[in-house]
Nanobody, 118 residues
Framework: VDVVESGGGLVQAGGSLRLSCAAS????????MAWYRQAPGKQREVVAR???????HYADSVKGRFTISRDNAKYTVYLEMNSLNAEDTGVYYC?????????????WGQGTQVTVSS
């Protein structure tokens, strides 16, 4: 299984970015999909999560600014990020719970850098 993120970059405060994460390989279905981020010197934290039915959960720090969505047919999850600020800077990782032959395994992407300049 490969999990590949894209869409990171440098943006000014108040700007927007859209991250994408696509899974491929031996996949029957995907349960939860999530975005995590890790700022320099800090622990990795969950930003947003979406289950297979579309139910979402957000960290308090991004509520109202970020939107997570998914395309089950494409095994892809998105993160729309608006009103970005310097505290949103970090490496963003995609996390997926992939089902294959009735087993569930968690896969991470390699991460994509998001830098917000103030």
């Amino acid at each position: 299984v490969d999990v590949v993120e894209s869409g990171g970059g440098l943006v000014q405060a108040g700007g927007s970015l859209r991250l994408s994460c696509a899974a491929s390989g031996r996949i029957e279905s995907i349960n939860d999909m999530a975005w995590y981020r890790q700022a320099p010197g800090k622990q990795r934290e969950v930003v947003a999560r979406i289950n297979s039915g579309g139910r979402t959960h957000y960290a308090d720090s991004v509520k109202g600014r970020f939107t997570i969505s998914r395309d089950n047919a494409k095994y892809t999850v998105y993160l729309e990020m608006n009103s970005l600020n310097a505290e949103d800077t970090g490496v963003y990782y995609c996390n997926t719970e992939i089902v294959w032959e009735s087993r569930v395994a968690v896969y991470w992407g390699q991460g994509t850098q998001v830098t917000v300049s103030s």
